[in-house]
């Protein structure tokens, strides 16, 4: 039996990846100390592995499929098809960046500045095109970890690490001055897997499903009643992707109406409804909107 080979990222992305995959059908299972999860598909096959060498992975064949993020794959130089985005904080529009990082009291401003300076990274081939680029000569070291701190004790003269929020970089009394990209997730092929038509027709299979539990992160599905005095006013408070579904109950003067919005919205949402007439109302969460 023919399968596909899914590189699950290994770390911080791990959680949210078994998330996905659940919502979106397959259940995957393994203890702390296994690589090889089970996943209730035959022909699927799974294996945890780091973000930053799946793109490795996927292109010498090794993997077929997996997620990571954009950053490891310009890093990696990896030759490969990139399937899908996704982003996996719906809920949020923030993304993460690699940002140049100094401390607080620094006379360095710019990346100009950079110029003869020491900076560590874990993103060491990216950072220094980047900076080979602009024709701005820096000596870049790999980064076992702690990058931050580096720069903290003046062991470098900059960090390019990855951030958020920026809150980290504020608390440890850093600054930046510089942002060198933004990155997210990609769902990513080998190339001889997205030419093979079984294994594509998988791949498409695992993307649409996947993007449709992404979709339906941070939304709810509404169930209403609505008399025909009173169906205007509701429909007129009601968002949906693209327009509420209405249907007539039994009673000719009353209707059934359904519709999907986000869930930030809800608790302000149903005492206006209530206001406006609406009865029986119905909040159900959402796997998947396709």
């Not at 096959?45 to 993020?69: K, N, P």
């Not at 791949?203 to 169930?223: D, H, Y």
């Not at 509420?244 to 000719?252: G, K, N, Q």
Request: some cysteine.
């Amino acid at each position: 039996m023919k399968v596909v080979k899914i590189g699950i990222p290994k770390g911080s992305l791990e959680n949210n990846t078994v998330d996905l995959f659940k919502k979106a059908g397959w259940r995957i299972t393994y203890d702390s100390r296994s690589y090889f999860p089970d996943i209730n598909d035959p022909e699927i096959s799974c294996t945890l592995v780091r973000a930053q060498e799946i793109s490795r992975y996927i292109e010498d064949g090794t993997l077929d499929l997996g997620l990571t993020g954009i950053d490891w794959i310009l890093e990696n130089s990896s030759d490969v098809v990139a399937v899908q985005d996704l982003i996996y904080s719906k809920v949020s529009t923030r993304q993460a960046r690699w940002v140049l990082v100094v401390r607080e009291d620094s006379p360095y401003q710019s990346i100009e500045d950079m110029e003869g300076k020491k900076i560590s990274t874990e993103l060491v081939n990216f950072t220094k095109k980047y900076f080979a680029d602009r024709k701005i000569n820096v000596h870049v070291e790999f980064s076992w970890g702690a990058t931050e701190a580096k720069v903290v004790e003046g062991l470098v003269d900059a960090v390019v690490e990855v951030t958020e929020t920026g809150s980290t970089i504020k608390a440890n009394k850093l600054k930046i001055i510089h942002e060198l990209m933004k990155t997210n997730t990609q769902l990513i092929a080998n190339r001889l897997a997205w030419d093979d038509p079984w294994k594509r027709k998988k791949i498409e299979q695992i993307r649409t499903l996947l993007m449709g539990s992404l979709l339906a992160m941070g939304k709810v599905g509404l169930k209403l009643n609505v008399s025909k005095e009173n169906l205007g006013r509701v429909m007129l408070l009601l968002p949906a992707l693209k327009a509420p579904t209405v249907s007539s109950l039994y009673s000719e003067e009353w209707f059934a109406v359904e519709t999907i919005v986000d869930s930030g919205i809800v608790r302000d949402l149903i005492p206006i409804l209530l206001e406006a007439g609406a009865q029986g109302i119905i909040e159900y969460p959402l796997n998947k909107v396709i």
